[in-house]
């Protein structure tokens, strides 16, 4: 009787243990659904995140580094994240976040407040590999930007 408690514990323990996976990958098996804006920074504190779980388990989501967040508008500017970042959620819960996102493009203009965003990937090789080295290196939101610039 008692290894069948001790089974019966186990099995719960696991089914509702956290679960970590990227953003991405949750979106496209349809864990959660997400809503992406600017807040109208172009530096640091600038992607506003509302993430809904979907599942009965709770979940954390990482937003790797290399991330790209794509404003609707053309006319503004691309933010990459150069630091993985993550949000934790509850199951069925839902939770907004402001993550650190870095203009890609000084010429264009500072997105928008409340302007949509899409979730998105560099390809640009510079750019990768700067946000691997700068991952977890603690540096401040002036040197990161100045870094993407460059």
Excluded at 69 to 78: T, V
Excluded at 87 to 98: E, S, W, Y
Aim: with cysteine; charged share 20%; glycine share 6%.
């Amino acid at each position: 009787m008692a290894l069948l408690c001790g089974g019966i514990y186990a099995f719960q323990v696991l089914q509702h243990a956290p679960v970590t996976i990227t953003l991405e990958e949750a979106i496209a098996k349809k864990m959660v659904t997400c809503r992406f804006t600017s807040n109208g920074n172009y530096s640091g504190e600038s992607v506003a995140v509302s993430v809904t779980n979907l599942t009965g388990n709770p979940l954390t989501f990482t937003i790797p580094n290399g991330t790209v967040f794509k404003p609707n508008e053309d006319a503004d500017q691309d933010l990459i994240i150069v630091e993985q970042q993550a949000i934790a959620l509850k199951a069925k819960a839902t939770g907004n976040q402001v993550l650190d996102g870095f203009c890609m493009e000084a010429h264009d203009h500072s997105p928008t407040t409340d302007n949509g965003m899409k979730l998105s990937k560099t390809t640009n090789a510079k750019l990768i590999e700067l946000a691997a080295f700068v991952d977890k290196k603690g540096y401040d939101s002036y040197t990161l930007q100045d870094a993407v610039w460059a």
